[in-house]
């Protein structure tokens, strides 16, 4: 199980319609926040056992301060929903070290940064970073509407000679913008990232494929449509090498819903294969990979699976727990 350290709220701030910002700070004197970069997640644990990921959103320059910006989503599975009626300033919340899962690649001549809604979260934590750079950015923000767009001012003031911003609101335009002209004529060797809503990555995925850009990167808050079942059909033996058990993991169960029936102590957040929270290491086996978040590559190694949704193809797995 990963420690966790204790955080403040120390503020709460409107940053639109239906999103606050919340900035945590040391429990106590003696915490030392980890150091983050830009695209990182934290990890909060709050009430009832509920541990949700959410993209710090301010500079990796700062030191012993996060912000995480949370919208009160309708279809809230709890977390962002306690955020917003229940967590309050002076509270003091448990957290797991940030994690990166999309990290920005700082040596690009170029960036492009494609935001959509909330997705403007980590978004623009590497706005920060490569304006703090010097780097060359251009940001592609998108919202229903810019009462529903955090950081709108906070944006304009970063704009320097190097930054391009442009941003598209639904009840402004009539219709979302065309992602594939947006991006068109900006390099190959640019890096290209985006986080948002399912059919804006989607978009995204299929204008940069038609562009031919390699150097795409994107966040999801969910899986994709056509992403596979996280269970298998058939059971396998999960042999579990620093405790020395051996498990099976019957037909129609994950290796987290084993692990956890078993009495087995493991971190894990959205049971989706979206946030990384349960990432684990192979030591044997051949790994199912079925989450969103590792790319071909890293799947095709079989170092790390994310147990939540990932399965075996040998019969047999040994992981590093």
Do not use: W
Not at 45 to 66: E, I, P, T, W
Not at 157 to 174: N, T, Y
């Amino acid at each position: 199980m990963v420690s966790t350290l204790k955080a403040l709220v120390h503020t709460m701030r409107h940053e639109a319609r239906g999103i606050v910002s919340v900035e945590l700070r040391p429990a106590s004197p003696d915490i030392s926040f980890p150091p983050f970069t830009a695209g990182s997640h934290l990890d909060l644990h709050l009430a009832d056992g509920m541990v949700r990921s959410y993209s710090l959103s301010n500079s990796q320059d700062d030191r012993q301060r996060y912000v995480v910006t949370v919208q009160d989503d309708r279809n809230s599975r709890g977390g962002s929903r306690y955020v917003h009626e229940r967590l309050r300033v002076g509270s003091v919340v448990e957290f797991a070290p940030p994690r990166n899962h999309f990290a920005l690649h700082e040596e690009a001549p170029r960036s492009v940064l494609v935001a959509g809604g909330i997705g403007v979260t980590p978004i623009y934590a590497m706005l920060q970073r490569l304006c703090s750079l010097g780097r060359p950015v251009a940001l592609v923000y998108c919202a229903r509407s810019q009462e529903e767009a955090a950081f709108c001012q906070e944006i304009t003031a970063a704009a320097g000679p190097q930054v391009e911003v442009g941003m598209f609101f639904d009840d402004q335009l009539g219709v979302p913008p065309n992602l594939l002209e947006l991006l068109a004529g900006r390099g190959a060797d640019t890096h290209y990232y985006c986080c948002g809503p399912a059919g804006m990555l989607a978009a995204f995925e299929k204008a940069c494929d038609s562009l031919g850009y390699p150097h795409a990167h994107v966040e999801r808050f969910a899986p994709p449509a056509d992403a596979p079942p996280a269970t298998q059909g058939s059971g396998y033996v999960l042999e579990l090498q620093r405790s020395g058990r051996s498990l099976t993991v019957p037909p129609g169960q994950t290796i987290l819903d084993t692990l956890l029936a078993n009495g087995i102590d493991v971190s894990y957040s959205c049971g989706q294969g979206i946030c990384g929270a349960c990432e684990t290491s192979v030591l044997a086996g051949e790994v199912d990979h079925r989450d969103s978040i590792l790319s071909p590559a890293e799947q095709s190694g079989g170092a790390t699976m994310m147990i939540c949704v990932s399965g075996c193809k040998s019969g047999r797995l040994v992981l590093d727990l």
